[in-house]
């Protein structure tokens, strides 16, 4: 078997427990069909590769046609974009997600952790007050709780305000 395929049989059961569609569907599409869609798509987090330059895959797209009506949110991982990302250049990143997943609702995500690589978590937090003047806050996924916590878990708290400011969800 090759590692394709035995990444995407051994995580497709955790996906499915957990009733994590998107991958699961990516995953069983892998391994029925063309096993460098699990490697591009999901594989990729694995790698560390960024995305500002990996285009969405038409097999993507049409995954998300087919089974989009059953994702409730989608986590494109903003934070893996590097540290001159500007809260403008962050915003239209999520503009070309939403763009990419027609009707879905995009989170926003930040890490917490010590890092010079990623988008800084004032510059993630800044794009999302204006996401959410523009009506497209849907959530933030905070990535991760083990750093967080030794800082008090502030920006989960500040995340979590700007929400329930947030007018739609």
């Known amino acids: 078997m090759g590692s394709t395929k035995l990444i995407a049989a051994t995580l497709l059961p955790a996906f499915l427990a957990l009733h994590l569609h998107a991958p699961a569907a990516m995953a069983t599409a892998a391994g029925s069909s063309n096993s460098n869609l699990f490697r591009d798509y999901i594989g990729a987090l694995y790698n560390g590769v960024r995305f500002a330059d990996v285009p969405v895959d038409p097999r993507a797209r049409t995954l998300w046609a087919?089974?989009?009506?059953?994702?409730?949110?989608?986590?494109?991982?903003?934070?893996?974009?590097?540290?001159?990302?500007?809260?403008?250049?962050?915003?239209?990143?999520?503009?070309?997600?939403?763009?990419?997943?027609?009707?879905?609702?995009?989170?926003?995500?930040?890490?917490?952790?010590?890092?010079?690589?990623?988008?800084?978590?004032?510059?993630?937090?800044?794009?999302?007050?204006?996401?959410?003047?523009?009506?497209?806050?849907?959530?933030?996924?905070?990535?991760?709780?083990?750093?967080?916590?030794?800082?008090?878990?502030?920006?989960?708290?500040?995340s979590q305000a700007l929400l329930t400011d947030a007018t739609t969800y």
């Open 66 to 158: 087919a089974h989009g009506a059953a994702i409730d949110y989608v986590n494109f991982q903003f934070y893996a974009y590097g540290a001159s990302t500007t809260a403008a250049k962050y915003v239209s990143l999520f503009d070309e997600q939403i763009a990419n997943y027609p009707g879905a609702n995009i989170l926003a995500s930040f890490t917490t952790a010590a890092t010079n690589t990623s988008v800084p978590v004032d510059t993630a937090l800044s794009a999302c007050r204006t996401l959410q003047g523009q009506g497209k806050l849907y959530g933030i996924f905070v990535w991760a709780a083990d750093h967080s916590r030794n800082q008090g878990f502030k920006y989960e708290t500040q």
